[in-house]
């Protein structure tokens, strides 16, 4: 074996670290920052630091509560990696994932014809050795996983500059699954962060990316001198982030077109290989369409809405889809043009206590961070082109559907490398340079062109004919047109307003959450709030709707509905203990402003009925009753409306005055009838709601809860909210 091509047997680096792991277990106080200053030479293994400050936290752990921000930011070069190590420690000890009893092996052991020389990463159910292959003559990377050899059942048949080729994998006997790969080096995106936002971003971008690659090279090889894409020579951060992005972008697009969803993609998950070439690695939870059960995880940070809704089983904003990678997507580009974790839940807000419920309230807590949405980033990252900031946040949509394709990022980072678009850049950045350029260019062409002017623009005539189909209910058809607009131009804050209400129309509100919300950062109105409040009300956020119908009525949005949303809010977030009094106030201003509004009727029926078990004072119920009379009357029918009907009736039979009870009886079954018909489930009816006493004797009463419950078709809105658009868009 010649020199070039002998094993690295660097072991003396694990050989210190497993005598002072020793040491620490045989009662020796744990302190890694004290050990890496007595021997400097473990600075150079990221690796032994990791493992050293891993057990360093379960030693502390076993003592009492470790502050995982401080403990993690001891150690500021493997931070990332030592905080995701330590978070997967946390899951295992709440009993969310079944640690494997695996015997591992070690550096300097021989493993199915590899040598393993050293570790070069470590998790819960997997390591990574650098190996040496004696049958090639070559240094691999070997990962062993305590599962199947998932990542060689999916990214084994492809091959692409952005995937890591797989070049043997084995299942084994023991547990054991083994996967060899190329070794590429071992820096991925969690270094190149880490060296720009941690250790200062003065160097130019080359010499940072020729530094975090350069560590992980073996002795005999080459410092990096050509990079796969020459921009990199001299690209700005910004610059670097977009070819970087367009290279993950392209592998994810091949990805997706051939079925596969990578669920897992983040940072660390990305390696640069020698050259700079970005490559996507480690497919364990990757979902394959032909797959029948697709696995679960991910890393709460980077993992979509709708993958945590999954985990919570809760109902999805959108399919779950290869939609899912480009929101992951999103989050690492954020991440590395404004050097701020997205969705880091900070340590005064984690939940106290170890368990499965913890863990819970952790995902649901990112959950809702998600659902806030993201902080623009022209204000985090500067001198970003605004363009770029506007795609990474279609990226980070809540709703699927509304972020690009793979396809379509691939495209347009892409286009933003080539000379005309740079060009309009540069233009936008030194207006004053082409005035006069622009005046001539104007003055002379313009005798030519003047007929142009007799036709409008294609962006009015498309707006118009989406007006027209909105105008006839054919909201389909509208929303066609408005989407055009939208893919010729994200930043049009009107045909956005416009494709949110029609999507409002059709009851897709979690869209039209979206698109609302897009708007208010484009051109916010107070009429673009009360929408957006009422899109809120029809998911049942109650809290977000109420405070969002607050402030479209301090824009000055003063409308019957936008009244109704707010009351209503108040008193349906907790109809035993709402704000009745202000919910009442709103309400009776919703109904001065317009009295045929039933859902306010309805509403301040309730309000009274809820007051009425408070105080019993019949009073408060005879104004419940005249009040749902009267939306009785209006009109239309609902479940709600005829549930609400029939409790008011049933709590007029408790009255001691008996005058009346027969007629209240019969008028309460004959609306729970009526509200059964409509879809009310007889089966998770509240037997024990108090309205319902003397109602509960009758045998009609009986009758109705041994009904079958009917299979309609479930209403897309809730009556008890008033749609606050126009009729017609303008």
């Not at 620490?24 to 030479?41: I, K, M, Q, Y």
């Not at 600075?43 to 076993?62: F, G, K």
């Not at 795609?391 to 005309?420: K, M």
């Not at 962006?459 to 509208?478: I, T």
């Amino acid at each position: 074996m010649n020199q070039l091509s002998a094993p690295v047997r660097e072991r003396t680096a694990r050989e210190q670290a497993m005598e002072i792991l020793d040491a620490w277990h045989c009662g020796e106080s744990p302190d890694t920052l004290a050990v890496l200053e007595r021997f400097p030479n473990l600075h150079l293994d990221d690796s032994v630091v990791i493992d050293l400050a891993y057990e360093e936290y379960c030693l502390l752990r076993e003592h009492g509560e470790v502050d995982l921000e401080q403990f993690c930011a001891r150690h500021p070069r493997q931070r990332t990696e030592l905080r995701h190590l330590i978070e997967t420690h946390q899951g295992l000890e709440a009993g969310l994932f079944e640690l494997p009893d695996i015997a591992w092996p070690d550096a300097g052991q021989e493993f199915e014809g590899y040598h393993l020389v050293r570790q070069l990463g470590r998790g819960a159910f997997a390591r990574v050795f650098l190996a040496w292959h004696e049958s090639t003559n070559r240094h691999v990377a070997l990962k062993l996983a305590a599962s199947d050899a998932a990542d060689a059942q999916v990214a084994g048949p492809l091959s692409h500059p952005a995937l890591v080729p797989i070049l043997d994998a084995r299942a084994l006997a023991t547990g054991l699954s083994f996967v060899s790969m190329p070794y590429l080096g071992r820096a991925t995106l969690t270094d190149l962060l880490n060296n720009r936002y941690l250790e200062g971003p003065c160097a130019p971008v080359a010499e940072q990316l020729r530094s975090v690659i350069g560590r992980s090279a073996l002795s005999h090889e080459l410092p990096v001198e050509r990079f796969f894409d020459p921009g990199l020579t001299r690209a700005s951060w910004n610059d670097a982030v977009t070819i970087l992005g367009r290279e993950i972008a392209r592998g994810l697009a091949f990805l997706h077109g051939r079925g596969i969803q990578h669920r897992d993609l983040k940072p660390s998950n990305v390696l640069l290989a020698w050259n700079g070439q970005p490559v996507i690695l480690d497919f364990n939870l990757a979902h394959h369409g032909r797959i029948e059960f697709p696995l679960c995880g991910g890393t709460l940070p980077y993992m979509a809405p709708e993958q945590i809704q999954s985990f919570l089983e809760i109902k999805c904003v959108g399919a779950l889809n290869e939609r899912a990678d480009i929101y992951s997507f999103g989050v690492m580009l954020h991440e590395l043009l404004s050097g701020k974790h997205l969705f880091a839940m900070p340590e005064a807000e984690r939940p106290l206590g170890r368990g499965k419920r913890q863990a819970r309230q952790t995902a649901a807590w990112t959950l809702n961070q998600k659902r806030a949405g993201v902080p623009p980033l022209t204000e985090a990252a500067a001198g970003i082109d605004p363009a770029l900031a506007r795609l990474i946040h279609c990226c980070l949509s809540f709703d699927p559907q509304f972020r690009p394709t793979a396809a379509e990022v691939e495209a347009w980072l892409t286009r933003s490398r080539r000379w005309p678009y740079r060009a309009r850049r540069w233009a936008a950045r030194h207006r004053g340079a082409v005035v006069a350029a622009t005046i001539l260019m104007v003055s002379a062409t313009s005798a030519s062109s003047g007929w142009l002017a007799l036709r409008e623009p294609w962006e009015a005539r498309e707006y118009q004919r989406g007006r027209a189909a909105f105008a006839k209910a054919d909201y389909d058809s509208a929303n066609v047109h408005f989407d055009n607009l939208l893919r010729k131009n994200h930043h049009d804050a009107r045909a956005l307003f416009a494709y949110g209400v029609t999507l409002s129309r059709q009851g897709t509100f979690s869209s039209a959450v979206s698109a609302f919300q897009r708007v208010d950062e484009l051109a916010p109105s107070g009429q673009n709030t009360a929408m957006w409040a009422y899109a809120k009300a029809q998911e049942n956020d109650l809290t977000a709707a109420r405070a969002l119908a607050q402030q479209a009525i301090d824009q000055g949005f003063r409308t019957a509905a936008i009244y109704e949303i707010a009351g209503a809010t108040r008193m349906w977030i907790d109809p035993a203990y709402g704000q009745f009094e202000e919910a009442r106030s709103y309400l009776d201003t919703s109904i001065q402003l317009d009295d045929k509004m039933q859902a306010a009727w309805l509403s301040r029926a309730q309000v009274y009925l809820n007051q009425w078990g408070r105080s019993q004072n019949d009073a408060d119920l005879n104004c419940a009753k005249r009040d749902i009379d009267k939306a009785i009357e209006l009109g239309p029918d609902s479940q709600r409306l005829y549930f609400v009907a029939a409790k008011i009736y049933g709590s007029h039979t408790l009255n001691k005055d008996q005058h009346h009870q027969a007629e209240f009886t019969e008028m309460g079954l004959a609306y729970l009838s009526k509200a059964i018909e409509l879809g009310l489930n007889p089966r998770q009816f509240p037997k024990k709601d108090p309205a319902f006493k003397q109602l509960s004797k009758q045998p009609g009463f009986r009758k109705l809860l041994a009904l079958e419950p009917l299979q309609l078709t479930i209403q897309k809105t809730d009556p008890i909210f008033v749609d606050p658009s126009p009729g017609t868009i303008d």
